[in-house]
């Protein structure tokens, strides 16, 4: 152990008592301990004093990724089976049975040549989806050529049963592995040990983000710090994780906890070539690097390295919210909106009947709401209350469950009894799918808020009406009514920012279960 590392433990154990860090530096023989000498002041400048470890992947890493291999393989050894009886029943040409032998380690090789099997994105990012196809297309790719060249004639229709096969056996086996992984996480389990290095705001801050979601599977277990109220051995913790020291300790606590991941969080000290250093310090010992750039919710897809000769710059794209973008989300809107409509229209019709039997009056509510850009338009919902409940809303204001802005009761006395159900359920919300037809609205955006509201709005909020309205969105899958408004603010503007049309199937599909659950709906 260095001097400065002995400095370090020593401090941390007098700060501490006898609470001695779960996991140690492991000592080097005496012949490994080379020093190379330097007048640099930069703790990260290279040096041998601190001589790197050799340092293992966490087990568990080895083993899923075997796990995942081995599935990878018996799903291509189950598509070849299954393509070649659909194509052509028992018997198989020279060829095809070469095929049989060679398409499940090509589909592991493709796999692999796309990233599937990258640590950084197992269980993490959509990347781990997106390699599956890109290794369809690099298969598709493969198979063309091989056949060209040794002039051979494949069968489509084989190619067409395999290759769809191959793609939802890989996203089946990532989907099934990633709840596994998911569910050991939110135990605590199979995390990287992480030391988060910054100043003191910035740092807590990016902990937070870390323990609010452990699917990223970070687990911070050391803080090193700048910008304390005082000396950081009088700070026994930060966000319940310990401060072991400053931004320049970073290495030995790193070396001290074995950590796995260092997060860096804004820092002025930690950039350039003392952050190009700490990354060569951190290289050595086989220890992952994650800087935050202070980008609040924006997502990975406008996120591009923009190179130059000294300095890479990153480049983050504009939203989506004109030209073809737009016209290809109405043209998907208004589609699915019209077949959902058809396929619904008995339950629309007994859900109307069933309001005009127990209180007679109008089966539907319209209501203005504020659309894109601040236009006023009519929303069709289904009547749920009685025919007076707007009169009646101010004596009731008061008595808001709502998050400040937005009026909910859990208990309205306004509700009917088949309200109540079709609320429940958001039943209630399906008569929009005209809206949406008329182009007011969106199958998936923000949620369609009141002139009243609007009124209330700072000019962040604003931002919320530079898209369509929608029937679903963030908010409604991430917890509806039981939400703050500052985190239902923040998740709308963080759909307006970056939509895409595979977000939209993806929060249609989370919208399904959350629906069926009925939380946060009243």
């Known amino acids: 152990m260095s001097i400065h590392e002995r400095q370090l433990h020593d401090a941390f154990v007098g700060l501490a008592g006898d609470q001695r860090p779960r996991h140690r530096a492991r000592r080097r023989p005496p012949t490994e301990r080379l020093a190379l000498t330097t007048t640099s002041s930069d703790p990260f400048a290279p040096s041998l004093a601190a001589a790197p470890r050799a340092r293992g992947r966490a087990d568990w890493v080895g083993s899923y990724l075997r796990r995942i291999i081995a599935l990878d393989l018996l799903v291509g050894v189950g598509c070849v089976v299954i393509a070649s009886v659909l194509r052509f029943g028992d018997g198989l040409t020279g060829v095809y049975q070469l095929l049989a032998l060679l398409i499940p380690v090509a589909w592991v090789g493709a796999l692999a040549m796309a990233n599937a099997y990258q640590r950084r994105y197992l269980g993490v990012a959509g990347e781990e989806y997106r390699a599956v196809g890109r290794a369809v297309v690099g298969l598709l790719a493969v198979l063309a050529i091989t056949a060209f060249l040794a002039n051979v004639l494949l069968a489509r229709l084989y190619v067409l049963y395999l290759l769809p096969m191959l793609m939802i056996g890989g996203l089946a086996v990532r989907r099934a592995s990633r709840r596994w992984l998911m569910a050991h996480r939110e135990s605590g389990r199979l995390m990287q040990r992480t030391i988060v290095v910054g100043r003191a705001d910035a740092a807590a801050a990016l902990v937070r983000s870390i323990q609010a979601e452990p699917g990223q599977g970070l687990k911070p277990v050391a803080l090193c710090v700048s910008g304390l109220d005082g000396d950081w051995r009088e700070t026994a913790s930060l966000e319940g994780v310990p401060v072991l020291g400053e931004p320049r300790d970073a290495v030995a606590a790193a070396d001290l906890y074995d950590a796995e991941a260092v997060a860096v969080a804004s820092h002025p000290d930690l950039a350039g070539t003392s952050l190009r250093r700490l990354a060569w310090a951190l290289e050595e010992r086989d220890i992952d690097l994650i800087v935050s750039p202070g980008l609040l919710d924006v997502a990975g897809p406008r996120l591009s390295i923009r190179p130059s000769s000294n300095l890479s710059l990153l480049h983050i794209e504009r939203p989506s919210h004109t030209g073809r973008s737009m016209l290809l989300k109405g043209a998907m809107d208004r589609s699915l909106a019209a077949l959902l409509l058809v396929a619904l229209a008995p339950l629309l019709a007994v859900v109307a009947a069933a309001i005009k039997v127990v209180d007679p009056g109008p089966v539907f509510f319209r209501q203005q709401r504020v659309g894109v850009r601040g236009e006023l338009f009519a929303i069709f919902k289904f009547r749920t209350m009685v025919l007076d409940a707007e009169s009646r809303l101010a004596s009731l204001a008061s008595d808001s469950d709502g998050n400040g802005v937005l009026f909910k009761m859990q208990a309205d006395p306004r509700v009917t009894a088949v309200g109540r159900v079709l609320r429940r359920y958001s039943i209630d919300e399906l008569p929009q799918l005209i809206n949406v037809l008329r182009g007011e609205m969106s199958l998936v955006g923000p949620r369609p808020p009141l002139p009243r509201e609007v009124q209330q709005y700072e000019p962040?909020?604003?931002?919320?009406?530079?898209?369509?309205?929608?029937?679903?969105?963030?908010?409604?899958?991430?917890?509806?009514?039981?939400?703050?408004?500052?985190?239902?603010?923040?998740?709308?503007?963080?759909?307006?920012?970056?939509?895409?049309?595979?977000?939209?199937?993806?929060?249609?599909?989370?919208?399904?279960?959350?629906?069926?659950?009925?939380?946060?709906a009243y």
């Open 460 to 520: 962040d909020a604003l931002r919320r009406l530079h898209v369509r309205p929608g029937m679903t969105g963030l908010w409604q899958v991430s917890g509806r009514s039981d939400l703050s408004w500052e985190e239902s603010l923040r998740l709308d503007l963080r759909y307006v920012d970056n939509w895409s049309p595979i977000g939209d199937l993806h929060i249609l599909f989370r919208t399904f279960r959350a629906v069926t659950g009925g939380s946060g």
